[in-house]
């Protein structure tokens, strides 16, 4: 079983900057790939980012490639998403996830959730 808890998330102006934490609990943290989910009032839940249990290859939605970060430290089992940029489309409450052997691009994938933290990005 695994516990995921979000943090850094807050109110930022537009062309800001935030990174998000995902603290994890639970064994062999590396074995699992980690991911990012955002979901906007009224949208589905949509990918963001994932890495993979290395921390070798990340995989990022077309939407924020070259704006969001993903990293991990294995040692700390804590994942990471730097954001660049923000526009107030990245409005939205994010989710870190957890796939044990692959690394979550889609929703069902993901075998553990955080409970989300929200990020409001104002114009």
């Known amino acids: 079983q695994m516990q995921l808890v979000e943090s850094g998330g807050g109110l930022v102006q537009d062309g800001g900057s935030l990174r998000l934490s995902c603290a994890v609990s639970g064994r062999s943290f590396s074995t699992y790939g980690m991911a990012w989910f955002r979901q906007a009032p009224g949208k589905e839940r949509e990918f963001v980012a994932s890495?993979?249990?290395?921390?070798?290859?990340?995989y990022y939605t077309d939407s924020v490639k070259g704006r969001f970060t993903t990293s991990r430290d294995n040692a700390k089992k804590t994942v990471y998403m730097l954001m660049n940029s923000l526009k107030p489309e990245d409005t939205a409450v994010y989710y870190c996830?957890?796939?044990?052997?692959?690394?979550?691009?889609?929703?069902?994938?993901?075998?553990?959730w955080g409970p989300g933290t929200q990020v409001t990005v104002s114009s």
């Open positions: 890495i993979s249990g290395s921390g070798r290859a990340t």
């Open positions: 996830a957890a796939a044990l052997g692959v690394v979550p691009t889609t929703a069902s994938n993901v075998e553990y």
